[in-house]
């Protein structure tokens, strides 16, 4: 063994310490209290006064000597230190012989029974006692309970007592906001604060609540998790993922089921909070839950929360918006591309206002998406002129390609062009914004019996925007002249690509001369225009089918007016059947026909009703075997007519009533009149098997079970006391048919004028969104069938007073 020489080290001196750990009930706490030379022989004793908590529990007397021990410094080697050789040992009840020079060692214990003394600080005192010599420790200890008086005792209590929380860590003190109370447990923790509440704070939450992790705030400042979120305002409740969460004054904390903690707080929690409530099972946020803290944005001065299914963005100047699914992901493609930087979310993701797509708007250009388009970018000049269109409702549709780079044919001039569903959208310096529509071109050839010398064609231009270019010529190849008429009917099928959809008629009279007659042997008339029809059908255009008629004479007498009637009843029948038809002028000629009908009319059998709109003209053809044989019809069952005696009152007409489930046009459901007026028909198409409970969901026209019930028997009851004629189509279809033509008859207005100044649809919906509890701009909070709701008034006083 290497030996280093060593002076003499200094012999252990005197120490006391009387502070023992904090303690729970019936809990024995240890400390070593004091280590003491013996100056002299003696016998000494080791008692504790002012308390029966403390005690002495052990006396070593030990003889020191000196030894080479192993240094644990550098250089190493071995030392001189003094040793302990321990020579007696008393379990402190009686007095022990100590000798010069010796060194006693004195332990103490102390344990306090559950209730035997209030929570906090206890104190006691050590005296060791001999004839020659003494010492005098004073002894402290902290009693760790509860205060079941308190209100956080109360809390305690209620929750479960020590039974859930287990042992206590401390007594009640200032929590970590500096504003309320908090005691904690071996199993959570329990905070007051007066005017706030007592709640509960489990050990992972309270962990980041206290921790060092600095939140950066708007200003760039930096807070402590504490100084952002303030106070709690309510218990540690559990995820739907299995994890826990607790809101704060200003914002909250959450523990994913991995363990991993994360703080929403500010502007951004705000926001997250109007999507849902993360403690509610039946309102889970679509966002999910948080996937980081707070950060900064690097490429713009905001700020980011990141969320399972979303992200959440801030900024000064415009607050919090969310931005999620395709849009989210392609936006950070764009960021990651050089010059094609967007900036930061302008909006939340939102529903496209035709309820097919979704959209946000960004610093530098929007983002809009279509299910089986995806998303694009639009921005600048093109995106100005498309939002002047009206965005995805204008005739060109959603885009379906970013922009690209382009040169105008027609002068070389180099720009920029974007790609619509139904269009195109150029630009150059030089030429501004130019709008290119889709097209689709028609052909019919006009065509007589062998002998006849007379022939001619018709072509067709429509485009998207709801323009169109039609070109009649007509060719005399004989001797004698000819007065004719020639009817173009473009047919565009319905949403479901069945006939019973819309028909544009066009016409043009005129004359040839022959050989021996007067006049040119050619006609030619070309004719532009613009039909919204054309725009609103544009998507069922490929599908559309062309058809030409004539009638000609020699004799220069053509019954021009029936003719036409003729020709579109001939249609009707062919292509369309039972059914309803909807017949709109197209050219100057057609319009002039179509205004000779000023009311309804039966001709051969058929119903012909005017559409009387300041941009359309247009006539309803329906036959008498579609309003009264093809479809089924069953009367009202007794728990319907108990159904609906909520808000009709016995004012309906029972015995009369019959559902049917035939649909018009549109998929919309309509009521009708028997031709004697015996029978009321409601078409109630798809709500016919169980009309109570049929609802068209939360986005439809009807979102409450029953409402479309409601509406069609308000016709009923307009049928039955109001004015109709035997026969006639009820108003309600001209109201629907309007209604798809951009005039919204369901936006009745404000209550207060009399019932009869509503139209009939005004009517009908002013009951069935009574019943169904319908938002309105009049009274956007509303209860179904409240009796307090401005629009009762009509409910009482009309509908139950037969008064129409």
Known sequence: ?????????????????????????????????????????????????????????????????????????????????????????????????????????????????????????FTGTLVVQGSKQSWTVDLKCTYLAVNENSPIGQKWKDMGGEKRFGD????????????????????????????????????????????????????????????????????????????????????????????????????IYSHYTKFGNISDPTKQPFLGLPISDEEVFTLNPGRVSRFDNADIYWDANIGAHEIHGDIRGYWEYLQGKAGQYLGLPRTDETVTPDGEGRYNHFDNGSIYWKNGIGPHWIHGEILKRWSYLGYERSYLGYPTSDEEDWTNPT???????????????????????????????????????AGTALGGWVDMTVRSDGSYTIHFHMHDSGSSGYDFQVRAILAIPDKDNTPTGIALVSTHSGHVGGTFSSGSRDDDYEENGINPQIQANWERIEQAKFFVTKDYDPTGVLGYFQGLLNAMADFFGTSIGEGIGLFFALTSEAHQVFEKIEEITEIGGMFVVPILNAQLRGLILATIDAIFSFFDTRPMTKSEIDFVKGVFGNTLPIDKIELTNLKSFGGRSFTTPSIDGTKTYCHMGPAYKDPVHYSEGVNGAYPREGELLIHELTHAW????????????????????????????YDYGPPGPPFSSFDTEGQAAIVDQWYGGIKTAVVPFRKPEDRNDPYYFYISFNILNKQP
């Open 1 to 121: 063994m290497t030996k280093k020489s060593n002076s003499l080290p200094p012999r252990p001196g005197d120490y006391a310490n009387g502070d023992f750990l904090p303690i729970t009930h019936d809990y024995l706490g240890e400390a070593q209290i004091l280590e003491a030379n013996i100056k002299s022989d003696d016998t000494i004793t080791a008692i504790i006064k002012d308390t029966s908590y403390f005690k002495v529990t052990k006396i070593i007397v030990y003889e020191l000597y000196l030894d080479w021990v192993e240094n644990p410094y550098p250089p190493g080697g071995y030392i001189l230190d003094w040793a302990y050789n321990e020579v007696a040992v008393s379990d402190g009840t009686k007095p022990i012989e100590v000798k010069k020079d010796q060194y006693i060692v004195i332990h103490g214990g102390v344990l306090v029974p559950e209730h035997a003394i209030p929570p906090g600080p």
């Open 718 to 745: 307009q049928i039955e006391y109001s004015d109709f004629l035997p026969g006639t189509i009820c108003a309600g279809i001209l109201g629907q048919t309007q209604y798809t033509f951009g005039h919204d008859v």
């Open 168 to 267: 206590a860590f401390s007594n009640e003190r200032p929590a970590p906001d500096g504003k309320g109370i908090i005691q904690n447990f071996v199993k959570g923790s329990i905070y007051f604060k007066q005017g706030l509440g007592t709640f509960y704070i489990s050990e992972d939450i309270l962990g980041k609540w206290e921790s060092d992790s600095v939140m950066n705030t708007k200003t760039g400042s930096g807070n402590l998790v504490v100084e952002t979120l303030g106070s709690p305002i309510e218990d540690t409740f559990s995820t739907m993922e299995g994890g826990q969460a607790l809101r704060f004054e200003g914002g909250m904390i959450v523990l994913r089921s991995n363990q991993q903690s994360y703080v929403v707080y500010g502007d």
């Open 411 to 449: 002068n070389g001039q180099a720009g920029r062009i974007m790609y619509f569903q139904h269009g195109k959208i150029g630009w150059t310096s030089q030429d501004g914004t130019i709008e290119f529509p889709d097209h689709k071109d028609f052909h019919g050839d006009v065509t007589t019996p």
